[in-house]
């Protein structure tokens, strides 16, 4: 084109998106790991959002799970016909989500009982990763409403298991033979408030568990035993410590430019405020500058959990959970990239930037087999967050990239 009738018609879906987003909200899709049963309701609830879109072909690819009650971990592909047959565009969204955390923190509704307020749609998976799946639909919808045919095949693509490590996701998928080296890969599950940043470049993630095994006893009498809640805290503050010292490099490419070490969850131990535990178990977080080693990042992780269980007597255990090194990045003069960046500038009207974040999105898993995937949307970044929301007007506007990107 550039016809730009479709943005018209993308604001007048404004209220049918917004209750999209909202039921899809009420269905929580979690996965195994946190206790959940997947994305089967929540697949089901999409299908038939998608019939009545009207795609020319909807085609599942479950993936085997005997962790979860229906034993299959459920994948979408939705294909909308373009002029040309040759080339396609995919469009990337999860269908899963991370649990809500601590229940008292979500102050301004519950986490699966969607509320509009100012402008923003609150509730878990509202901005990751449900806003960008509604867009992609709706561009779509507008397209077919005004009867046009987009550039190229589009293929919008809803993936199970991208939270844990997308075995049972995109790598299914992806084995599955879907994608070739000629594709344009959008993932948009991640982003700046402005929607300028293209993420072409990522960290590397290291996932792991401590556990500290001290000794059991009565908290009145801490010497018959061996605190393992508070050596697990001591270990813990001292491999922060040693892990942000020794690795301490910037690299202004990336948002934020350094690396990040950082302990998050922390299992449960003993049910009585009266007994000192025996065992104590943390988790940390690490997305790591690609211009560092992981293994040696590892061995200092393992030598200082060896000396501090000879100097303490407990024995700290490293338990990896997920190591995955940085691929190669995404050529910055790939034509998605440079279809994105003028998308941006003629829809927004501002200058985009190319570089690197966190990481760990299902884009990965494309730069790794060499096909180029630029991560992209227009986030307040409240993924994982209480209180996550979705603004209303980052839905239509990014669905308005999604169609101008669709038809050029
Ligand atoms: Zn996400």
Redesign the pocket.
Known sequence: MQDQSIFPEIEKLKTEMTQTLMDLIRIPAIGPENGGEGELKKAEKLTRILNAVGFDKIVRYDAEDERVPSKKRPNIVAYCNGQSDTEKLWIIT?MDIVPPGEDSLWTVTAPFEPKISEGKIYGRGSE??MQSMIASIFAVKALRNLGMKPKRIIALCFVAD??HGSTYGIQHLIKQGLFKAEDLIVVP??GNENGSFIEITEKSALWFRIRTIGKQTHASRPSGGLNANRLGMEYALALDKMLHEKYSAKDEYFDPPESTFEPTKKDKNVDAVNIIPGEDIVYFDCRILPSYDLESILKDIEELAEDFSTRKGAMVKIELLQKSVAPKPTDANAKIVSMLQQAIKKVRGIEPIVGGIGGG?CAAFFRKIGVPAVVWSTVDEM?HQPNEYAKITNLINDAKIFAYLATM
């Open positions: 999860h990751d990763n991208e939270e599950d991640g999105t993924a």
